[in-house]
Structure formats: structure tokens, C-alpha cells
T-cell receptor, first 113, second 117 residues
């Protein structure tokens, strides 16, 4: 039973347009939802997070939206840049248990110049 | 700032061999974890630790051992390597933020690519 799902393995967008990456989860006990970005041959790096008590968190070009009733979150990147091309992982954790984060399978984003 | 350091970066083993993947962090983080990533899949938790002397199993612990004798180090031991353990292994550390809105993010090492023949 996969608790965190990213149903789109890949996404391709034009530079300057919006990228929307989606994530669904099944466990209503999660307290935090995080997005990580991963380049080839590197470890994932933290991008942005949102608490379960919020519905939106914004950091520069990146915004994460949380819909608890639908158990769905999305990452918006506006405007998209070629350097954003990477694999994006959605993850979820409970408070005090970051070391036990549960990850989705990732979405490969390609931003075309 | 070294962050999380993993060694080696690449390793090839024969079936049945044992080895230890090293992980060290210099951020004084309480939590450390080991994940594996298989092609087309997300990261799956192998073992984790909430502090020195305390470890617990994750989602896929079979075939692996860990210990945490210091805050800084969290080695992962493969007892008898099998081809199914061919994967990329990531070590991560985190701290207990205790406050909104930072959440509890993980800091990852650069990974160890392991091939078992």
C-alpha cells in the first residue's frame, strides 16, 4: 500500500510557463508534506514544505497547495526555468519523525528553452 | 560545511560478500536514516535512528544492519550481498525543528551506487 503517490512519471513544459506537479496521499496522520528536488548523481535537496494545518505555502517561484479533504497536494513553479529540470519527490512525515519520511516515486520535470 | 558525507560513491560486490556503507554528518542532527532508491521508484526507508544508541527498522530492513554509537556516524552494513540489493543508497539526517513553518526536512548525502553481481 503506497501511502504517497505521484501519478505522473514525467512532465514537460516550456520555459516561462507554469509547471504543476501533483501528489496524493492516503494517511491522514501526516503532519508535514515536503517537496525535494534531485539532479542526476546527487542526493535530493529540500525545496519547500507545508504543514497539514495550512493550505498554501509560497517561496519565490515555488508554491505548494494542500487540499486535505482530497488528500492532495501540488507544487507550482512559476515561471519555469531550464535549471528546474530535475526529478521532484513528494514526501510526507509525522511531527518528530522526519527520519521516517514516506516518498512518492517522483516526477521528472523537463523545462524546454 | 560538509553536511552529510557518504563513502564510497561507487561499489561493486559479488553475491555473498559483506560491506559497510559509511555515513557521517557534522550538523549535530539527532535523526539519521538510510534510504534506497531503485530505478523509477521513490526512496524507501531501510533503517533510521533518533539518537545515539537508538535504531529502528524501516520499510525494507531485511539484509541490512545498523548501529549508532555516536551522533555523527550511522553506518549501514550489508550482511551477505544479493543482486536484489543493487540500488542507490542515500543517507539523510534531520533535526527536530519543533516549530512551524519549517517542517522537518531531510538533508541527504550524495549517495552510494551499489552493484551486486
Amino acid at each position: 500500500d503506497q501511502q504517497v503517490k505521484q501519478n505522473s512519471p514525467s512532465l514537460s513544459v516550456q520555459e516561462g510557463r507554469i509547471s504543476i506537479l501533483n501528489c496524493d496521499y492516503t494517511n491522514s496522520m501526516f503532519d508535514y508534506f515536503l517537496w525535494y528536488k534531485k539532479y542526476p548523481a546527487e542526493g535530493p535537496t529540500f525545496l519547500i514544505s507545508i504543514s497539514s494545518i495550512k493550505d498554501k505555502n509560497e517561496d519565490g517561484r515555488f508554491t505548494v497547495f494542500l487540499n486535505k479533504s482530497a488528500k492532495h497536494l501540488s507544487l507550482h513553479i512559476v515561471p519555469s526555468q531550464p535549471g528546474d529540470s530535475a526529478v521532484y519527490f513528494c514526501a510526507a512525515s509525522r511531527r518528530g519523525r522526519a527520519g521516517k519520511s514516506t516518498f512518492g516515486d517522483g516526477t521528472t520535470l523537463t523545462v524546454k528553452p | 560545511n560538509a553536511g552529510v558525507t557518504q563513502t564510497p560513491k561507487f561499489q561493486v560486490l559479488k553475491t555473498g560478500q559483506s560491506m559497510t556503507l559509511q555515513c557521517a554528518q557534522d550538523m549535530n542532527h539527532e535523526y539519521m536514516s538510510w534510504y534506497r532508491q531503485d530505478p523509477g521508484m521513490g526512496l524507501r526507508l531501510i533503517h533510521y535512528s533518533v539518537g545515539a544508541g537508538i535504531t529502528d527498522q524501516g520499510e525494507v530492513p531485511n539484509g541490512y544492519n545498523v548501529s549508532r554509537s555516536t551522533t555523527e556516524d550511522f553506518p549501514l552494513r550489508l550482511l551477505s550481498a544479493a543482486p536484489s540489493q543493487t540500488s542507490v543508497y542515500f543517507c539523510a539526517s534531520s533535526y527536530r525543528s519543533g516549530a512551524e513553518p519549517r517542517g522537518e526536512k531531510l538533508f541527504f548525502g550524495s549517495g552510494t551506487q551499489l552493484s551486486v553481481l
